[in-house]
C-alpha cells in the first residue's frame, strides 16, 4: 500500500504565483488533514475534512483554500503565494476525526521567493 | 487554551536512556500519542497512551501519564544512533475535531 501521497515534493513560487499541492490516500480513511511545519512551531493544522463533503478551518487557513475531491483525495491551494507560506506542508488521514492516529505523507517543501 | 508543550533538544550518548518530556492542557485527551519523524520523512505514530493507564512500556519504550499534573513521558532505553529524530507529543484537542501537536523534541545520539 502506497498509505498517503502527496505531490508535489519540491516547489518554488514567486510571490503572487498560484499553486495547488495533491494528496492522495488508499487506506479508505473518512479524515485528511493539511498541516504545515516550520521550525521550532511543530505542526500547525491549515485545513481539515472530517468526511468526504465537509472542509474546516485549523488553525492558519488564511491564505488557503482546500478541496475534498472524494474519499481519497484532498488538496491545498495557495491562491497568491506569499513569503510567510515558505514551510513544508504535510497531508495527513485517520479514519475517523476523533482518532489521533494520523498517517503523513512524505511532506511538500515549498519556497516562496 | 490548547498548547502542547516540549522541549527543542535533547542530546544523549548511544547506549544511554532517553527521556522526552510534555505537557498538555486538555484533561479531557483520553488518548495521548507520541511520533517521530525522522529526516525528510513524514511522522509516524510511535506509541500511545489510554488516559487510564499510567505507564505503557513497548520493548525499548516506556511511556509515562501523570494525569495529575498533565505531564507526558518518553523513554528510550539503550538509545540508538538510529533513534535520531524529532519527537512529537500529541492530544486530541477540545471536541475530538483534530490532534494537536507539540513543537517537536530534537534528540541527538552521539556515538
Known amino acids: 500500500n502506497a498509505g498517503v501521497t502527496q505531490t508535489p515534493k519540491f516547489q518554488v513560487l514567486k510571490t503572487g504565483q498560484s499553486m495547488t499541492l495533491q494528496c492522495a490516500q488508499d487506506?479508505?480513511?473518512?479524515?485528511m488533514y493539511w498541516y504545515r511545519q516550520d521550525p521550532g512551531m511543530g505542526l500547525r493544522l491549515i485545513y481539515y475534512s472530517a468526511s468526504e463533503g465537509t472542509t474546516d478551518k485549523g488553525e492558519v487557513p488564511n491564505g488557503y483554500n482546500v478541496s475534498r475531491l472524494n474519499k481519497r483525495e484532498f488538496s491545498l491551494r495557495l491562491e497568491s503565494a506569499a513569503p510567510s507560506q515558505t514551510s513544508v506542508y504535510f497531508c495527513?488521514?485517520?479514519?475517523?476525526?476523533?482518532?489521533?492516529?494520523?498517517?503523513f505523507g512524505e511532506g511538500s517543501r515549498l519556497t516562496v521567493l | 487554551g490548547e498548547d502542547v508543550e516540549q522541549s527543542l533538544f535533547l542530546s544523549v550518548r548511544e547506549g544511554d536512556s532517553s527521556v522526552i518530556n510534555c505537557t498538555y492542557t486538555d484533561s479531557s485527551s483520553t488518548y495521548l500519542y507520541w511520533y517521530k519523524q525522522e529526516p525528510g520523512a513524514g511522522l509516524q505514530l510511535l506509541t500511545y497512551?489510554?488516559?487510564?493507564?499510567d505507564m505503557k512500556q513497548d520493548q525499548r519504550l516506556t511511556v509515562l501519564l501523570n494525569k495529575k499534573d498533565k505531564h507526558l513521558s518518553l523513554r528510550i532505553a539503550d538509545t540508538q544512533t538510529g533513534d535520531s529524530a524529532i519527537y512529537f507529543c500529541?492530544?486530541?484537542?477540545?471536541?475530538?475535531?483534530?490532534?494537536?501537536f507539540g513543537a517537536g523534541t530534537r534528540l541527538f545520539v552521539k556515538a
Open positions: 495527513a488521514s485517520s479514519e475517523a476525526y476523533y482518532d489521533g492516529e494520523l498517517f
Open positions: 487506506m479508505n480513511h473518512n479524515s
Open positions: 500529541a492530544e486530541i484537542g477540545p471536541g475530538g475535531f483534530k490532534t494537536i
Open positions: 497512551i489510554f488516559s487510564n493507564m
